[in-house]
């Protein structure tokens, strides 16, 4: 690989592009070419159109650049869209039309029936959907749309899918604390959360209950058949800057001791931990050994933040087990999530290097 | 009712203590005329031997009054007991011993066959127990113990009464989500819990999927047996001052239409609400419209904290039926608790005045 | 008085609007009659209409009654203005030229020479502006515009007014921490301030830097003559839900003794209290013992939120004196002092009954 | 430099002593060769013996070293105290008696006489109290206490330090909002810090009123001068986990203009950046553009925790100018402060070798 690959991000200056901007300084594949965003920064340096949220500061590679619109004029290979869901929806079909690949954390085109809802671990053979997408959509060569599941879904499913291959998973109840970050930037009021948690999130349920089984379904003649067990999902804000913290029950179709249970997740790797794409966590699931962790604030950074951490595995009296799981939403349930589906992309040779 | 019966509080000093000194400030049966502590108290005026920790200030009426050893020597008839677990199973039986009937809080008798867990809603005819209880134990005329439930108990079983009553409980999972004064004074470090959830509080979980199963049993040959249905539990601290917040799943026995189950909910009132007993809510079980509620900060203080708020009734795919209910941890959940016991008993007759 | 006075409340679904609903149920004097609020506000219920982000519930006095726009067609004697510094101006002038008596919270008028920057136990004098502010503007008979301070510059006030009475102040140090519900809802993002402080609000320096100026000035020939001494503000938000902490230190032309300092601060008594208003606090400032008082969370409900509450009063080696004091922000330093505002016209027949 | 020097941390499984941890891991002239604690936690490994509580995880090297007792038969050449005060006095002097260099965190020896308190860019020539020391104390060769400042003087004193020198410093007035890790921990319970200011902290005033003016005192006949200003501080704890912010007012001998004020603050370079002690900030006092910085969560990183960071600078009407700084409380704040003492000792020929 002489030269690296020419990214764009969509909807840079927001939270999720901040993420975006953030992991992508000094990656070995990937150079940054391209910030778009909404009008109202179009035209601006980067350091003055957004109002940098996250840890850490500003990298200096962007401070600089120019923030463009987000119409396919842009001079780069692929985009990542951290667009919000009023926008996504045409703007990245856009995109794939005019040949882009399009790498998207939104949520409108992840149930589309001919775009993969790709986890490298989970389900890499959904990217044979691409060719099937380019021919429904008539887009132009090299261009096609890849989602990556909702920040909830993410943390979850990654645990869900080592059991699911080694012992049927039968029902899962979910539910999550989850972080502000998750909401946006300006998000949840302060006077709305201090000293408070809010039992709802819009939406997010019904992601909960039907992204992980597409995930985890299986290609058959050119289509993704769901998974076909049941998910119950209750969905909460916390009082948390990043780290989404899910409560989890879980039955299975084959019960296995606890031991089992504990090393089907302790020894899961998969083709992104193969392959060693650079973004990929050396253990999708990591065990945190402590009766009272996973805790967002300190289990949150593990395997930077591309894991989901476990902790508190026990019996259940109503399901098998039991446990807690925590995923740090903007990393790899968002920006983090998408960076490596494009680092897959290269692997499997599916990028193509656009001119302009 | 002439008099007021004299009332002394044990543990006065602490949170659970401080709860008892201002629910019982101008109560209309009860009197505090002595407030007991550990020995570093005891001695001192209660202003001087307490660290106020919550909202409001310290009454008059208890300031400059001096506090005492918790021992039986206090001139009262019955004393609240907020002990904390280490010391309550001694103090409380020598107590008992003495005659004075004790209103417990702590966990040690709860499970005790001869000692009522009483809710006045849903088990008054627990109470037979009490003379077993003084038959077994030996204790002087007078003297016994009832203990309330634990705090996320306490808040969950309001709302599964009505449904047992109903439609018979099959299963319930509950997820809670816990406030900070739970944890006493000093409790909960500030570097522990801001920007965190911590996914543990020891015993929590199993006190919620044994205790509701007492509360719901049938007095059977002066013997309580246990309702027969299974509770799984998963416990969180948040960063909330007060009020517990619970994710509850429940399938019942005989699957009641959503507004059916609304309505067991909603139209609950017992023997407190019919007694109007000072404390007793007007509506045990309150329903909160608003697709976010309850939440902790705004709905905590409903009938001054002694409800159970549900919200968020919906169907459930594994389940029947989940919800969010929310109860004040330090009222209803503790000290509201005791008192709201120590009135059905004053309307029971089973109080007795000491000589002193 | 027969019959009580017909009120107002424009901006009535915002959170100084909120205040006014809270504090104005049961009032012996006003009754709410009108809620006024945006064009998006304006033919809904307030239940609807608001989004109700203080303690307490929504009372019941309003949640039928229909908001109204705000525009100067409304049956009421008087109007209570929590308007934005954006609306404030035009609006409220349009409401005094209508012959309605105004009392705004905003910053728009406050500087204006003819207008009263009134404080009931400071300035009540300044009330002779109005004849002034009349004829120069050329208001209906009845209307008028008065004002009471900046929330922070109305902490600090009160506990200058008797120094500058005793001592002489000569130069004033302040640097603030200020609450959340000071910026409105929704205000501050919760992903600005959690585990942070912002050490800066617009304008906020400006104000405190001249408000206490105007309002300790002494009326002379028409016009208010500024107090001389100096004030430098710093300003701060911090992670609190209502009320503002002040650090003070403070010169004084005639140095006095610490004792002597104060009783000048313990003794205060003024108009409001000799009449006797209904929302005047008993003691315009309240000292609290402890060597880490006053604070926010415990101390601001203090004589109903309507007093500064002053502690660790101590020798400043630069000032004279240094000390913390704290006010509630929503109340004494937004609505409850409008209210003690109306409450002093009142008892001077300043109010007239518009005919509608 | 062929080998690294053998250092101890003494009170290791505490807060500072954590950091001492993490911040020596792979530091390039110093090992870590013996954890003391006190007798509860020796004869564990560190990862039993200790809680950790500062983001990260415990660093490889350290989990399975064994914790010793705090006594002088530890097998190095200098000792990193994070001792309490409680012991600190009398165990530092013990292996200083027993020649070990001792570089101290606490407050015990700081104001002694002939004890260097010790700022690298500020202080160096200090460092000839060690030799009177040594000579007055009787201690073994090698062995001296040095100390660094309390956590909010050295935030201040960096910035003091280019203003005294430059237009010499005639006040000072400082407002803390001190973070909660600067209390260790348990520290600070959340019932008293959630939503709530505390505006005391023990000893803490007198301290940052005192400190900085030994640190730029001037040595004369083996003795320091105390610089002659005039501090005066006022003490704040508020809801941050990192990060000391200081509202703080100056007046300067010969006042400058805001251009020079600025200008000695940004070009202040001084011996630890001109002999690139590894871990010297780059620029010890680093300016934040922004009407709204410093912000601790936003800037405490900055320079790896190891600067003072000002913003907010602009003219007093009764100092001459005010601004807000912030540190980092347990990097340059206390850790960090020490290794950078430990690093200036290594240049300067200092340390000696030990036999053991």
């Known amino acids: ?201 819009a939406d997010e349920e019904e992601k909960i209950e039907t992204e992980p089984r597409k995930i985890l379904g299986k290609l058959k003649d050119g289509k993704v058949v769901f998974a076909d067990f049941k998910i119950s999902a209750q969905c909460h804000r916390v009082n948390v800057l990043d780290g989404h913290l899910e409560a989890v029950s879980i039955a299975l179709k084959r019960r296995p001791s606890q031991e089992q249970f504990l090393d089907a997740l302790k020894t899961y790797r998969s083709l992104p931990q193969q392959l060693e794409l650079p973004s990929a966590p050396r253990f999708p699931v990591v065990h945190v050994e402590g009766a009272d962790r996973p805790q967002p604030r300190f289990d949150r950074e593990m395997e930077n933040g591309m894991a989901t951490v476990v902790g508190r595995v026990r019996p259940c009296s109503l399901f098998d087990f039991k446990l807690d799981l925590l995923g740090h939403n903007t990393i790899r349930g968002a920006a983090g999530a998408a960076i490596l589906n494009a680092e897959l992309l290269v692997t499997q040779q599916l990028l193509k290097t656009r001119s302009y």
Not at 30 to 54: H, M
Not at 85 to 91: K, N
Not at 118 to 140: G, M, T
Not at 189 to 198: E, F, P, Q, R
């Open 1 to 201: 690989m002489k030269q690296k690959w020419k990214v764009g991000i969509l909807a840079a200056t927001g939270t999720v592009g901040q993420r975006f901007v953030q992991l992508l300084e000094n990656h070995p594949w990937f150079e940054v070419a391209e910030l778009a965003a909404s009008d109202r920064s179009a035209g601006k340096p980067y350091l003055q159109a957004c109002q940098w949220k996250i840890s850490g500061h500003v990298p200096e590679y962007v401070r600089n650049m120019k923030v463009k619109d987000c119409a396919p004029n842009l001079e780069c290979d692929l985009v990542f869209s951290g667009l919000p869901s009023s926008m996504a929806g045409e703007v990245e079909t856009t995109f794939a039309k005019a040949g882009y690949a399009v790498l998207s954390n939104s949520k409108n085109h992840r149930m589309d029936e001919d775009v993969p809802l790709l986890v490298p671990e989970i389900n890499p053979e959904h990217l044979a959907l691409l060719e099937i997408q380019q021919k429904n959509q008539n887009y132009q060569s090299g261009g096609y749309i890849i989602t990556n599941p909702n920040c909830s879904t993410m943390a979850l499913v990654l645990a869900l899918a080592p059991l699911e291959a080694a012992f049927g998973i039968e029902k899962v109840n979910v539910v999550t604390m989850q972080a502000l970050s998750g909401a946006g930037y300006p998000g949840v009021a302060s006077l709305d959360i201090i000293d408070n948690v809010i039992p709802y999130i």
